[in-house]
């Protein structure tokens, strides 16, 4: 009776689901993610979704899993099998079919980070892997059954930066090992969450490449210094790490990373104001995977005042990824020296304000205020004692008659000077 109950409410759902939806159940990686609608959860292991793998790719927001279909196709032999789930709960299958070789990842981001979602995923070996499923002639290459971790807002998946291929029960690394695939190659992914009336969840799909990144650091007097040039990702995951040569400045550092996906290269040594380089593997042509980037890094002195970033153009006044990376930098100088008082200049362009009030924001704050909190309640997050930092808005332009994009974003920078170390 269970399992009849638990098959009819999957089939209500997904019919519903169907009613309201207007695609097919075969998903082409080739699509933008912005136009991917609503999409089906199937519960079962004949009905998985089909999914075609070029390129980065997103899946969803899905409906969400609910029960486990008309079949129980993977339940553990025991408590200590961590090759399956204990059972299922609420699956989604999803069939990948492979387009390219290359190293595959995926995050695995549920909508309620309180749900818990595992996930297995097999080889695909055609027509009749559902019966050999059930049979439990096959097992999965990966799996994750670790609990769920709101700190990283529920997600897991496949990564590079884990070694583990599989991951059991209870605290543990929220992702496994990705994988080196093929063309033509297919995998079966199944998602179970564990919890009942949960939400859905997005899949998003990357394939990895390899970059280096090389250059040279000096100083003002143009001398070769030592620094640390850390990549991270926009969760500030460490990638990958080097340190230049003290005699040359040179550098060079090869890594894996995801396509289409924005990075950051972080220069620090004690002495120097830190700075970052902003890095978008979307910019790199085809046979060409090296970035250049060269740096001229100011000593650390009272009474100093350093660029730290510049605000893209839009209306909202938010900060974007690309204005993430000097928080980090601020933050990281802030606790390697912590007497250090600063003060924070944040310049604002009269068009920007123009089109903050045009919005009506201005009923709140203006958008210097607004930016000046958002700047403060920032390095408060990151642990930076608003006694260390004085941040006041100004409406002086660095350049007074700016004529060019590059102009545009001195004037939109913001100016830290050192007040005491």
Known sequence: MIHKIAFLLCTFYLSVSLAFSQKSDTVKGTMPASTTPLGNTNCDCKTAITINLLKKFKYGLTNAPNGFGSVMEIKAKNKSDKSAFEQEHNTAWYLLNINRDGELTLDIIPQDSTNDYDFLLYNYTGSHFCEDLVAKKITPIRGNLSRNNLRTNGATGLSSLTQNNFSEKGQGDNYSHSIQVKKGEKYMLVLDNVYPNGKGHALYFNYLVQINIKGTVVNFAKQAITV??????????????????????????????????????????????????????????????????????????????????????????????????????????????????????????????????????????????????????????????????????????????????????????????????
């Open 228 to 421: 640390e040039v850390t990549l991270m990702d926009e969760k500030n995951n460490l990638i990958a790490k080097t340190t230049s040569d003290p005699k040359t400045g040179n550098y060079k550092l090869t890594t894996s990373v995801k396509e289409n996906a924005f990075y950051s290269a972080i220069y620090y040594n004690s002495s120097y104001f830190p700075e970052s380089a902003y890095i978008n593997t979307r910019l790199l042509k085809q046979n060409e995977n090296t970035f250049t980037i060269d740096k001229t890094m100011a000593g650390l002195k009272v009474g100093g005042t350093y660029s730290l970033m510049y605000y893209k153009e839009h209306d909202q006044g938010f900060f974007l990824y690309e204005e993430w990376p000097p928080f980090y930098l601020l933050s990281m100088l802030m606790k390697n020296n912590p007497t250090m008082k600063i003060r924070i200049e944040i310049h604002t362009l009269e068009d920007e304000k123009k089109a903050w009030n045009k919005i009506g924001a201005k009923e709140k704050f203006s958008l210097t205020e607004w930016r000046v909190i958002n700047f403060n309640n920032e390095l408060l997050n990151k642990g930076i004692s608003t006694e260390r930092m004085e941040i006041v808005p100004s409406d002086k332009a660095i350049i007074s008659n700016p004529k060019t994009e590059e102009d545009r974003k001195q004037n939109r920078q913001v100016s830290i000077t050192i007040l005491s170390k």
